[in-house]
Protein backbone atom coordinates (compact mmCIF):
# COMPACT_ATOMS: atom_id res chain seq x y z
CA UNK A 1 0.00 0.00 0.00
CA UNK A 2 1.47 3.24 -0.91
CA UNK A 3 1.33 6.54 1.06
CA UNK A 4 1.48 10.02 0.13
CA UNK A 5 3.19 12.76 2.02
CA UNK A 6 1.02 15.30 3.24
CA UNK A 7 0.83 18.24 1.21
CA UNK A 8 2.82 21.11 2.66
CA UNK A 9 1.39 24.37 3.07
CA UNK A 10 2.16 27.21 0.78
CA UNK A 11 2.01 29.91 3.41
CA UNK A 12 3.79 27.79 6.23
CA UNK A 13 6.87 27.05 4.05
CA UNK A 14 7.38 30.72 3.03
CA UNK A 15 7.59 31.40 6.28
CA UNK A 16 9.67 28.95 7.14
CA UNK A 17 11.66 30.26 4.02
CA UNK A 18 12.37 33.80 5.04
CA UNK A 19 13.31 33.10 8.82
CA UNK A 20 15.91 30.50 8.02
CA UNK A 21 17.48 33.06 4.94
CA UNK A 22 17.01 35.94 7.83
CA UNK A 23 18.85 33.95 10.23
CA UNK A 24 21.75 32.59 7.99
CA UNK A 25 22.01 35.85 6.41
CA UNK A 26 21.90 38.20 9.22
CA UNK A 27 23.45 36.30 12.16
CA UNK A 28 27.16 37.08 12.49
CA UNK A 29 29.66 34.91 14.12
CA UNK A 30 30.22 37.73 17.16
CA UNK A 31 26.85 37.98 17.34
CA UNK A 32 25.68 36.34 20.79
CA UNK A 33 22.70 38.13 22.04
CA UNK A 34 19.40 37.72 20.36
CA UNK A 35 15.89 38.89 20.56
CA UNK A 36 13.35 36.80 19.60
CA UNK A 37 9.87 38.19 19.04
CA UNK A 38 6.73 36.94 18.74
CA UNK A 39 4.21 35.72 15.71
CA UNK A 40 4.02 32.65 13.44
CA UNK A 41 6.99 33.26 11.40
CA UNK A 42 9.41 34.05 14.53
CA UNK A 43 8.48 29.90 15.26
CA UNK A 44 10.83 28.95 12.19
CA UNK A 45 13.54 31.73 13.55
CA UNK A 46 13.75 29.83 17.03
CA UNK A 47 13.46 26.78 15.43
CA UNK A 48 16.45 27.66 13.07
CA UNK A 49 18.40 29.05 15.45
CA UNK A 50 17.91 26.44 18.04
CA UNK A 51 19.39 23.89 15.35
CA UNK A 52 22.82 25.73 15.17
CA UNK A 53 25.57 23.83 16.28
CA UNK A 54 27.43 26.69 18.60
CA UNK A 55 23.43 27.74 19.47
CA UNK A 56 25.13 27.16 23.86
CA UNK A 57 27.15 30.36 22.94
CA UNK A 58 23.71 32.65 22.11
CA UNK A 59 21.97 34.14 25.30
CA UNK A 60 18.06 34.54 23.39
CA UNK A 61 15.44 37.56 24.76
CA UNK A 62 12.09 37.45 24.50
CA UNK A 63 9.18 39.82 23.89
CA UNK A 64 6.54 37.63 25.32
CA UNK A 65 5.06 34.37 26.72
CA UNK A 66 5.11 32.74 23.62
CA UNK A 67 8.94 34.03 22.40
CA UNK A 68 9.86 32.73 25.99
CA UNK A 69 8.64 29.71 25.48
CA UNK A 70 9.98 29.23 21.67
CA UNK A 71 13.21 29.51 23.37
CA UNK A 72 13.00 27.07 25.73
CA UNK A 73 11.19 24.34 23.59
CA UNK A 74 14.63 25.17 21.39
CA UNK A 75 17.08 24.63 24.16
CA UNK A 76 18.17 28.02 23.62
CA UNK A 77 19.74 29.91 26.55
CA UNK A 78 16.90 32.53 28.30
CA UNK A 79 17.53 35.56 28.76
CA UNK A 80 16.27 39.14 29.85
CA UNK A 81 16.59 42.32 29.23
CA UNK A 82 17.73 43.23 32.52
CA UNK A 83 20.80 41.58 32.27
CA UNK A 84 21.26 42.22 28.41
CA UNK A 85 20.35 46.17 27.60
CA UNK A 86 22.26 45.76 25.13
CA UNK A 87 21.39 43.00 22.01
CA UNK A 88 23.39 42.23 19.24
CA UNK A 89 20.09 40.92 16.30
CA UNK A 90 16.45 41.07 16.74
CA UNK A 91 14.02 39.05 14.94
CA UNK A 92 10.28 39.40 14.94
CA UNK A 93 7.41 39.15 13.17
CA UNK A 94 4.55 42.04 11.71
CA UNK A 95 1.45 42.43 11.25
CA UNK A 96 1.63 44.72 7.94
CA UNK A 97 5.04 46.38 6.87
CA UNK A 98 5.18 49.99 4.33
CA UNK A 99 7.48 50.83 1.76
CA UNK A 100 9.80 52.63 4.40
CA UNK A 101 9.37 49.63 6.71
CA UNK A 102 7.80 51.63 8.87
CA UNK A 103 5.45 48.45 10.74
CA UNK A 104 2.15 47.79 12.72
CA UNK A 105 2.55 45.59 15.65
CA UNK A 106 0.72 44.09 18.69
CA UNK A 107 -1.82 42.06 17.05
CA UNK A 108 -0.33 39.61 19.36
CA UNK A 109 -0.78 42.14 22.62
CA UNK A 110 2.70 42.25 22.65
CA UNK A 111 3.71 45.39 21.08
CA UNK A 112 5.39 46.95 24.42
CA UNK A 113 7.77 44.33 25.32
CA UNK A 114 8.47 43.90 21.35
CA UNK A 115 9.19 47.48 21.28
CA UNK A 116 11.58 47.48 23.94
CA UNK A 117 13.34 44.36 22.52
CA UNK A 118 13.56 46.28 19.16
CA UNK A 119 14.76 49.43 20.35
CA UNK A 120 17.29 47.89 22.41
CA UNK A 121 19.00 45.43 19.82
CA UNK A 122 22.03 46.71 17.05
CA UNK A 123 19.98 45.41 14.50
CA UNK A 124 15.89 44.67 14.28
CA UNK A 125 15.09 42.43 11.08
CA UNK A 126 11.41 42.20 10.05
CA UNK A 127 10.17 38.53 8.97
CA UNK A 128 6.82 37.80 7.60
CA UNK A 129 4.84 36.26 4.87
CA UNK A 130 3.91 38.17 1.69
CA UNK A 131 0.18 39.30 2.82
CA UNK A 132 1.59 41.18 5.72
CA UNK A 133 3.51 43.26 3.08
CA UNK A 134 1.44 45.90 1.14
CA UNK A 135 3.16 48.84 1.03
CA UNK A 136 1.08 50.84 3.03
CA UNK A 137 0.01 50.61 6.66
CA UNK A 138 -3.94 50.56 7.23
CA UNK A 139 -3.75 48.65 3.41
CA UNK A 140 -4.15 45.06 4.80
CA UNK A 141 -4.50 45.33 8.54
CA UNK A 142 -8.20 46.48 9.29
CA UNK A 143 -7.84 46.23 12.51
CA UNK A 144 -6.35 49.37 13.77
CA UNK A 145 -2.89 50.52 15.49
CA UNK A 146 -2.74 48.87 18.74
CA UNK A 147 -2.00 51.01 21.33
CA UNK A 148 -1.47 49.86 24.92
CA UNK A 149 -3.01 52.09 28.11
CA UNK A 150 -3.23 52.48 31.26
CA UNK A 151 -6.61 50.91 32.26
CA UNK A 152 -8.28 54.14 34.18
CA UNK A 153 -7.16 56.22 31.60
CA UNK A 154 -9.21 54.31 28.34
CA UNK A 155 -12.10 56.52 28.16
CA UNK A 156 -9.77 59.48 27.95
CA UNK A 157 -7.81 58.44 25.21
CA UNK A 158 -10.62 57.07 23.11
CA UNK A 159 -12.10 60.74 23.26
CA UNK A 160 -8.64 61.98 21.72
CA UNK A 161 -8.36 58.89 20.05
CA UNK A 162 -11.94 60.10 18.03
CA UNK A 163 -10.67 63.72 17.93
CA UNK A 164 -7.64 62.78 16.01
CA UNK A 165 -9.52 61.19 13.66
CA UNK A 166 -9.37 57.40 14.30
CA UNK A 167 -12.31 54.81 15.04
CA UNK A 168 -10.86 53.19 18.25
CA UNK A 169 -12.61 50.76 20.29
CA UNK A 170 -11.15 48.51 23.40
CA UNK A 171 -9.45 45.04 22.51
CA UNK A 172 -12.60 42.68 23.98
CA UNK A 173 -10.80 39.14 25.81
CA UNK A 174 -14.02 37.32 24.74
CA UNK A 175 -14.66 35.01 23.67
CA UNK A 176 -12.01 33.65 26.41
CA UNK A 177 -12.19 36.36 28.95
CA UNK A 178 -14.68 38.22 29.89
CA UNK A 179 -13.70 41.81 29.58
CA UNK A 180 -10.82 43.29 27.91
CA UNK A 181 -7.58 42.03 26.39
CA UNK A 182 -4.68 42.51 29.60
CA UNK A 183 -1.26 42.69 28.76
CA UNK A 184 1.77 41.42 29.92
CA UNK A 185 1.96 44.34 31.94
CA UNK A 186 -1.01 44.88 33.19
CA UNK A 187 -2.42 46.84 30.99
CA UNK A 188 -5.39 47.59 28.34
CA UNK A 189 -4.82 47.35 24.68
CA UNK A 190 -7.05 49.88 22.16
CA UNK A 191 -6.98 49.19 18.33
CA UNK A 192 -7.56 52.67 16.64
CA UNK A 193 -8.23 52.29 12.89
CA UNK A 194 -7.04 55.56 11.38
CA UNK A 195 -7.61 54.15 7.40
CA UNK A 196 -4.39 54.22 5.34
CA UNK A 197 -1.56 55.72 6.55
CA UNK A 198 1.08 56.73 3.98
CA UNK A 199 4.62 56.31 5.34
CA UNK A 200 5.13 60.36 4.90
CA UNK A 201 2.86 60.58 7.70
CA UNK A 202 3.33 57.76 9.50
CA UNK A 203 5.79 58.85 12.34
CA UNK A 204 3.57 62.10 13.05
CA UNK A 205 0.73 60.08 13.91
CA UNK A 206 2.54 57.99 16.64
CA UNK A 207 3.90 61.28 18.04
CA UNK A 208 0.85 62.35 18.21
CA UNK A 209 -0.36 59.24 20.25
CA UNK A 210 2.55 58.85 22.41
CA UNK A 211 2.15 62.54 23.56
CA UNK A 212 -1.31 61.64 25.23
CA UNK A 213 -1.15 61.33 28.82
CA UNK A 214 -2.12 57.29 29.62
CA UNK A 215 -0.83 56.19 26.54
CA UNK A 216 2.17 53.21 27.29
CA UNK A 217 3.46 52.31 23.90
CA UNK A 218 2.15 52.13 20.11
CA UNK A 219 2.05 49.84 18.00
CA UNK A 220 3.57 51.59 14.95
CA UNK A 221 6.90 50.54 14.56
CA UNK A 222 8.91 53.80 12.96
CA UNK A 223 12.33 53.38 11.27
CA UNK A 224 13.17 50.83 13.58
CA UNK A 225 13.72 47.96 11.40
CA UNK A 226 16.96 47.90 8.96
CA UNK A 227 15.88 45.06 6.86
CA UNK A 228 12.23 42.97 5.82
CA UNK A 229 12.49 39.20 4.79
CA UNK A 230 9.10 38.51 2.67
CA UNK A 231 8.17 34.77 2.29
CA UNK A 232 6.41 34.90 -1.22
CA UNK A 233 3.88 32.05 -1.93
CA UNK A 234 5.91 30.94 -4.69
CA UNK A 235 9.03 29.85 -2.63
CA UNK A 236 10.72 32.83 -3.26
CA UNK A 237 11.91 35.40 -0.61
CA UNK A 238 11.91 39.15 -1.17
CA UNK A 239 14.39 40.95 0.85
CA UNK A 240 13.49 44.65 1.27
CA UNK A 241 15.84 47.24 2.94
CA UNK A 242 15.84 50.90 3.99
Known sequence: M?????????VEQSKKLCAYAAVQDNLKPHHRIIGIG????????????????????FVCVPTGFQSKQLIIDNKIQL?????????DIAFDG??????GLNCIKGGGACLL????????????????????????????WKKGI???????????????????????????????????????????????????????????????I???VGVVETGLFVGMAQKAYIGNADGTVTTLTV
Open 2 to 10: STSAAPVDP
Open 38 to 57: SGSTVVYVAECIGKMPNKAE
Open 79 to 87: GGLEENPTI
Open 94 to 99: ADEIDS
Open 113 to 140: QEKLVADSSENFIIVADDRKNTGVLGKG
Open 146 to 208: PIEVIPNAYNKIIKELTALGGAPKVRPGAPAKAGPVITDNGNFIIDCDFGEIPAAKVADLNSK
Open 210 to 212: KAM
